[in-house]
């Protein structure tokens, strides 16, 4: 599923956010998930008409669900607005006086590009 995430203090975080969601939904399926099964997968990858562009990372780790006002959600969402504009008109948590948020620690990172000209894309996705 696709997420949003923005790394802070050496790990990635993923909000849950204002974006609509089902009104009948107590919990999203992948915070349910990340409690039952805290070894995840992140997949970034780029798709270009010219294929020497083409590149992806995995980051294998662990995550965790935090929930709760605190320096880190208030850090990880200060990365999160710069990484993304959308977040000057959407509230990066679903309620902002609980956020919650994914902890992903990165535990293996492997990647790939298809030529030298991509390599630089791939560096900077995982930083």
Do not use: C, N
């Amino acid at each position: 599923m696709p997420v949003v995430f923005a790394r802070h203090a050496g790990v990635l975080w993923s909000p849950v956010d204002a974006k609509p969601k089902r009104p009948d939904v107590s919990e999203l399926a992948r915070v349910r998930h990340v409690r039952a099964h805290p070894e995840v997968t992140l997949l970034l990858d780029h798709y270009d008409e010219d294929w020497r562009r083409l590149w992806w990372l995995r980051v294998d780790g662990h995550a965790s669900v935090v929930e709760g006002a605190s320096g880190d959600a208030d850090a990880a969402a200060a990365a999160l607005r710069a990484k993304y504009p959308q977040y000057a008109r959407t509230p990066v948590f679903r309620d902002p006086d609980a956020p919650l948020l994914l902890r992903i620690e990165a535990e293996r990172v492997r990647s790939w590009a298809a030529s030298e000209v991509a390599v630089d894309r791939v560096v900077s996705a995982g930083s």
